[in-house]
């Protein structure tokens, strides 16, 4: 079976790498823009999901979403409807850094499907959407404490 798997990890890591370099003037490290983007497009997402959405363990996404609201790019205000739940929200700061982050992606994702055919770029997406979607449920059954049987 071809190990599909490292090379996807290699792409992240490059890009991950890249991001944090040139947003950490911004105060975005550690894949901080992450989160923020998130939120931004969801706004009121709560953490829960929003370490679901990411597939992050809680204290990661506890740490990234602290250091958000203490560079004022974020606000939680309490959940009426549920009392243990604070909503994430962006801030004006937030909101002005998401056209950025946003263009950074754009321009990664140009560099990365440089020479692909439309074609190949639909059959690309649908086939990471298909290994994001096995893999999910594998982290969800882990997550809950059970052990994968290899």
């Given at each position: 079976?071809?190990?599909?798997?490292?090379?996807?990890?290699?792409?992240?890591?490059?890009?991950?790498?890249?991001?944090?370099?040139?947003?950490?003037?911004?105060?975005?490290?550690?894949?901080?823009?992450?989160?923020?983007?998130?939120?931004?497009?969801?706004?009121?997402?709560?953490?829960?999901?929003?370490?679901?959405?990411?597939?992050?363990?809680?204290a990661t996404a506890s740490r990234a979403i602290k250091n958000l609201e203490k560079n004022e790019l974020i606000?939680?205000?309490?959940?009426?409807?549920?009392?243990?739940?604070?909503?994430?929200?962006?801030?004006?700061?937030?909101?002005?850094?998401?056209?950025?982050?946003?263009?950074?992606?754009?321009?990664?994702?140009?560099?990365?499907?440089?020479?692909?055919?439309?074609?190949?770029?639909?059959?690309?997406?649908?086939?990471?959407?298909?290994?994001?979607?096995?893999?999910?449920?594998?982290?969800?059954?882990?997550k809950k404490g059970n052990k994968r049987n290899y």
């Open positions: 079976m071809k190990d599909i798997l490292r090379n996807i990890g290699v792409i992240a890591r490059a890009l991950d790498s890249i991001s944090n370099i040139e947003f950490k003037e911004l105060n975005l490290s550690k894949g901080q823009f992450v989160y923020l983007v998130r939120i931004c497009e969801h706004p009121g997402i709560i953490q829960e999901k929003l370490v679901d959405m990411l597939k992050i363990d809680r606000t939680k205000q309490q959940d009426n409807n549920n009392k243990k739940n604070k909503l994430l929200f962006p801030t004006k700061k937030g909101l002005e850094l998401y056209p950025l982050i946003i263009r950074e992606n754009e321009y990664s994702n140009s560099v990365a499907l440089k020479g692909f055919s439309e074609s190949e770029i639909n059959i690309l997406s649908e086939a990471l959407d298909k290994v994001k979607d096995n893999i999910a449920d594998d982290w969800l059954y882990v």
